[in-house]
């Protein structure tokens, strides 16, 4: 599995690409306000996308979505995924369908084509904690309840030619794991134990509070699970402030970094 990092910044941020990631070179985490700038400097296309995760409705996970999904449905043409009749799988929590939609609704005229065309072409998972679902080239999502303003998932996913694992086995057989959004809870310690060799966790905090964690709250509980340092898994604070490649033992994700997970 290879993970790509198309930008690495969170809400409250000095200028960097917002947080997004890319799986596979198919799957796209994330659809943050520059999310075509991010994949345009990763050399990706809107096209290449088959399945978008979203963890939750914060703008700087969602605005974009407007403008990727215009550009996945009609850029190329006779090409495109509109004259294919594809289907775009877009997996979220509750409610998602409705938000993209409002969306969607503020960004063009509510009678134009594209509002029709979104319910036709986008297939919506709305999922939640516990949920374990295929998704196109053989990897696996589950899911996991943060600690956040608003409902948010954190994404746990591994690859199996099979069917996925069962709900006790994921956290074992994880390959990849993305805490989103979330203040310091029992929960990233559950994705620190998790046999996940690629972890990339929240770290928007400054300090000690309910909404993100930081970059000291993640160093004290990597060290607490032996994530320090050479563990052969890689935890990255990401969703950063501002840009820092290292504080103490932990790294910092960096836009346009990719890393093979098997
Ligand atoms: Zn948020």
């Known amino acids: 599995m290879k993970i790509r990092i198309l930008g690495n910044g969170g809400f409250y941020n000095e200028g960097l690409p917002y947080n997004a990631i ?16 991010s994949l345009n400097h990763s050399d990706m296309r809107p096209s290449q996308i088959d399945t978008v995760f979203i963890s939750h409705i914060h703008g700087d996970h969602c605005f974009g979505f407007p403008f990727f999904f215009f550009n996945w449905l009609y850029a190329g ?17 509750a409610g998602l369908r ?44 589950s899911f996991m309840r943060t600690k956040h ?7 746990i996913a591994g690859a199996t030619a099979g069917p996925p694992p069962s709900p006790k086995r994921a956290l074992k057989e994880a390959l990849f794991a993305y805490s989103s959004d979330t203040a310091m809870f029992e929960g990233i310690h ?10 990339l966790c929240d770290t928007n905090g400054e300090k000690e ?45 960096q836009d346009g970094e990719e890393f093979s997970v098997i």
């Open 22 to 37: 890319a799986i596979d070179g198919h799957v796209l985490i994330e659809t943050p306000p520059d999310i075509l700038q």
């Open 77 to 93: 043409e006779a090409d495109s995924h509109y004259e294919k009749g594809s289907m775009l799988a877009i997996i979220g929590p």
């Open 98 to 141: 409705e938000h993209l939609l409002a969306l969607l609704r503020l960004a063009i005229p509510p009678e134009h084509q594209y509002i029709r065309d979104f319910s036709e072409r986008a297939k919506l998972v709305e999922v939640d904690e516990g949920d374990i679902i295929a998704v196109k080239g053989n990897i696996w999502f």
């Open 149 to 155: 303003s608003l409902p948010t998932l954190s994404l």
């Open 190 to 199: 559950t994705l620190l134990e998790s046999g996940a060799k690629l972890i």
């Open 209 to 253: 509070s309910d909404v993100h964690m930081s970059p000291a709250q993640l160093i004290a509980a990597a060290r607490v699970h032996g994530l320090a340092g050479n563990s052969g898994r890689l935890l990255l604070g990401t969703h950063m402030s501002r840009r820092i490649v290292s504080q103490e033992n932990l790294r910092f994700a």
